[in-house]
Nanobody, 126 residues
Framework: QLQLVESGGGLVQPGGSLRLSCAASGFTLNDYAITWFRQAPGKEREEVSCISTNGGYTNYADSVKGRITISRDSAKNAVYLQMNNLKAEDTGLYYC???????????????????WGLGTQVTVSS
């Protein structure tokens, strides 16, 4: 079965850290650009960060710059989201999506996604 599976979420105090993982089952992530999204209750989905297919380009939402780092490990077929200095407003369901990027498009991150995970919950609370 082709799917993305997120893990690493949990309850953490403000100022704490979490490392989220996005793993692929049945296909290789190496062919895809990956984007992490999050959605808090009652709020719209927000793009948190993306990483290009070869990992050479990354992008972050202004709200997380300096606190979150996206990376990928081709050998482990996984993408990670290291989150530090977490704030209450970081609370939400975090999920990853994999998208193919046509080389001729000039884009580095995907705008359309072939695979979505179900998400992992992050709760930042004292």
């Amino acid at each position: 079965q082709l799917q993305l599976v997120e893990s690493g979420g949990g309850l953490v105090q403000p100022g704490g850290s979490l490392r989220l993982s996005c793993a692929a089952s049945g296909f290789t992530l190496n062919d895809y650009a990956i984007t992490w999204f999050r959605q808090a209750p009652g709020k719209e989905r927000e793009e948190v960060s993306c990483i290009s297919t070869n990992g050479g380009y990354t992008n972050y939402a202004d709200s997380v710059k300096g606190r979150i780092t996206i990376s990928r490990d081709s050998a482990k077929n996984a993408v990670y989201l290291q989150m530090n200095n977490l704030k209450a407003e970081d609370t939400g369901l975090y999920y990853c999506a994999a998208g193919l990027v046509a080389p001729e498009s000039g884009a580095l991150c995907a705008f359309e996604y072939q695979y979505w995970g179900l998400g992992t919950q992050v709760t930042v609370s004292s």
